[in-house]
């Protein structure tokens, strides 16, 4: 991708207000025509938001939006949706024991409207406060029993495909049990055991950066530095590593890319986390303590591999190894072309890589060389994602964020008649994570506290 190294964030202004006046209208419409008995919101077809079953992992996200654009506009009817919708829905998600995706829908929710009263901006629904927490607290043990150990003695959060998974996507589920251990929480286990959510977390990151991430050290042939995967099989007979996979990825040696973003934010957001902590507290994970060396390698090699497959205007296709771009050999030295007759552009991924940039860019500092360019790069990303042909304005359509693809090797998206790739398309995570990205820079601009999950 081509970066401006000139963008200022405020030259954003008027996009991010302008986006901020069409999710209004969008999420206000989807929340009066979605019928809650067919499930969550997944991705839309021909512009209306409809289901998909796989696991219940998008929820959250649509409520979660309604607290985002509360956050950025202070109008009520936002925050009144959400804290009913979030009462009457989302306890069932806090005990489920069958998913990898707790930080998610959690988070989203729960988190949230915590961080909303802590910063003052919901004092009036202050009793939601402790309810809040508890949730966090058990969906944080929750997530963390979903654990497989490998042959060192570590484990990592294993997927919804069973034990012998780890999903790069589980990254930002690492969240709730920071957030849950913050909180004072334990897991409990056989015999009164304490099991610390801290210790889990860090053992799942060093994983994720361990196997699912590489750095050009010659792991197999296709180690490329930054390249991720976005599974990892291990053998829990001995809990030997055995190979690289994929789910919604076209092979297990090319990169997912929305996975590749689940990384780059994932661990963005973890660092700033962990740069919180005590010493006391980094030297209690023991062998660990170094996580935050692994979590910055982990997550400036994934952004820079990001920055050098990513179209002109920062817009990614959805698989770096799908065939069809063959066809397009120019395609990361123009413009993203989301209506294509080979690949399909997947903007989430964008949204998602987007933040974690800008992230990871704050973190390191402007003064650093590479700060200055995993910022400059994010918000290059931004300015593509709130214009045309990414930022959808008809009315009609549900969705905010166009040209998303969930499920591509299951052709679970919707193709237009008369094209030949899903494009034109929406999809909850994709809305949820362009909300997030729209909250970020709005405080970045005008000078509000800076956005985290785990608000200091």
Same mark, same amino acid.
């Given at each position: 991708?081509?970066?401006?190294?000139?963008?200022?964030?405020?030259?954003?202004?008027?996009?991010?207000?302008?986006?901020?006046?069409?999710?209004?209208?969008?999420?206000?419409?989807?929340?009066?025509?979605?019928?809650?008995?067919?499930?969550?919101?997944?991705?839309?077809?021909?512009?209306?938001?409809?289901?998909?079953?796989?696991?219940?992992?998008?929820?959250?996200?649509?409520?979660?939006?309604?607290?985002?654009?509360?956050?950025?506009?202070?109008?009520?009817?936002?925050?009144?949706?959400?804290?009913?919708?979030?009462?009457?829905?989302?306890?069932?998600?806090?005990?489920?024991?069958?998913?990898?995706?707790?930080?998610?829908?959690?988070?989203?929710?729960?988190?949230?409207?915590?961080?909303?009263?802590?910063? !003052?901006? %919901?004092?009036?629904?202050?009793? /939601?406060?402790?309810?809040? *927490?508890?949730?966090?607290? $058990? @969906?944080?043990?929750?997530?963390?029993?979903?654990?497989?150990?490998?042959?060192?003695?570590?484990?990592?959060?294993?997927?919804?495909?069973?034990?012998?998974?780890?999903?790069?996507?589980?990254?930002?589920?690492?969240?709730?049990?920071?957030?849950?251990?913050?909180?004072?929480?334990?897991?409990?286990?056989?015999?009164?055991?304490?099991?610390?959510?801290?210790?889990?977390?860090?053992?799942?990151?060093?994983?994720?950066?361990?196997?699912?991430?590489?750095?050009?050290?010659?792991?197999?042939?296709?180690?490329?530095?930054?390249?991720?995967?976005?599974?990892?099989?291990?053998?829990?007979?001995?809990?030997?590593?055995?190979?690289?996979?994929?789910?919604?990825?076209?092979?297990?040696?090319?990169?997912?890319?929305? !996975?590749? %973003?689940?990384?780059?934010?994932? /661990?963005?957001?973890?660092? *700033?986390?962990?740069?919180? $902590? @005590?010493?006391?507290?980094?030297?209690?994970?023991?062998?660990?303590?170094?996580?935050?060396?692994?979590?910055?390698?982990?997550?400036?090699?994934?952004?820079?591999?990001?920055?050098?497959?990513?179209?002109?205007?920062?817009?990614?296709?959805?698989?770096?190894?799908?065939?069809?771009?063959?066809?397009?050999?120019?395609?990361?030295?123009?413009?993203?072309?989301?209506?294509?007759?080979?690949?399909?552009?997947?903007?989430?991924?964008?949204?998602?890589?987007?933040?974690?940039?800008?992230?990871?860019?704050?973190?390191?500092?402007?003064?650093?060389?590479?700060?200055?360019?995993?910022?400059?790069?994010?918000?290059?990303?931004?300015?593509?994602?709130?214009?045309?042909?990414?930022?959808?304005?008809?009315?009609?359509?549900?969705?905010?964020?166009?040209?998303?693809?969930?499920?591509?090797?299951?052709?679970?998206?919707?193709?237009?008649?008369?094209?030949?790739?899903?494009?034109?398309?929406?999809?909850?995570?994709?809305?949820?994570?362009?909300?997030?990205?729209?909250?970020?820079?709005?405080?970045?601009?005008?000078?509000?506290?800076?956005?985290?999950?785990?608000?200091?």
């Amino acid at each position: 991708m081509k970066v401006d190294t000139k963008l200022k964030p405020g030259a954003l202004d008027a996009k991010v207000e302008h986006f901020f006046e069409i999710a209004g209208r969008k999420i206000a419409n989807l929340d009066r025509s979605w019928n809650s008995a067919k499930g969550s919101p997944v991705i839309t077809v021909k512009g209306k938001y409809t289901s998909r079953a796989w696991t219940e992992w998008t929820q959250g996200f649509q409520f979660g939006c309604q607290l985002l654009q509360y956050d950025a506009t202070g109008d009520r009817q936002f925050l009144d949706k959400a804290l009913t919708k979030i009462d009457e829905f989302m306890p069932a998600h806090l005990t489920h024991t069958g998913v990898h995706d707790h930080g998610f829908n959690t988070v989203s929710t729960y988190g949230n409207l915590r961080r909303l009263i802590l910063e !003052g901006k %919901a004092g009036h629904v202050k009793p /939601a406060l402790a309810s809040s *927490e508890l949730a966090i607290k $058990l @969906s944080g043990a929750v997530q963390a029993a979903r654990w497989s150990r490998i042959k060192d003695g570590t484990g990592y959060i294993y997927s919804f495909n069973g034990p012998h998974s780890l999903f790069s996507d589980t990254i930002r589920s690492c969240r709730v049990l920071v957030l849950a251990d913050k909180l004072g929480h334990n897991l409990m286990g056989e015999g009164d055991e304490k099991i610390s959510l801290l210790k889990r977390a860090a053992e799942h990151i060093l994983n994720t950066a361990r196997y699912n991430v590489y750095y050009g050290e010659g792991r197999d042939s296709y180690d490329v530095p930054g390249r991720v995967v976005h599974e990892s099989i291990f053998n829990m007979n001995d809990g030997a590593y055995r190979c690289p996979s994929t789910q919604q990825g076209y092979s297990p040696f090319s990169t997912w890319t929305r !996975g590749l %973003a689940w990384i780059i934010l994932g /661990a963005a957001e973890q660092l *700033e986390y962990f740069d919180t $902590l @005590s010493k006391s507290e980094l030297r209690s994970l023991g062998k660990l303590k170094n996580l935050k060396e692994i979590l910055l390698m982990m997550a400036m090699a994934a952004s820079d591999f990001y920055i050098a497959n990513t179209s002109l205007d920062g817009i990614p296709y959805w698989d770096t190894g799908a065939p069809g771009l063959a066809k397009m050999p120019r395609y990361r030295n123009e413009k993203a072309k989301p209506e294509n007759p080979y690949e399909p552009v997947d903007s989430s991924a964008a949204a998602i890589a987007a933040q974690g940039l800008l992230r990871l860019g704050n973190y390191l500092g402007a003064r650093s060389k590479k700060g200055k360019l995993y910022q400059q790069a994010g918000l290059c990303v931004a300015r593509t994602l709130m214009s045309p042909p990414f930022l959808s304005k008809d009315p009609r359509h549900q969705g905010l964020l166009l040209h998303s693809v969930y499920h591509q090797p299951n052709g679970w998206d919707h193709i237009p008649k008369g094209k030949k790739v899903p494009c034109g398309e929406s999809s909850m995570w994709g809305d949820y994570h362009a909300m997030e990205l729209a909250v970020y820079l709005q405080r970045l601009i005008k000078g509000g506290a800076y956005l985290t999950f785990f608000t200091p």
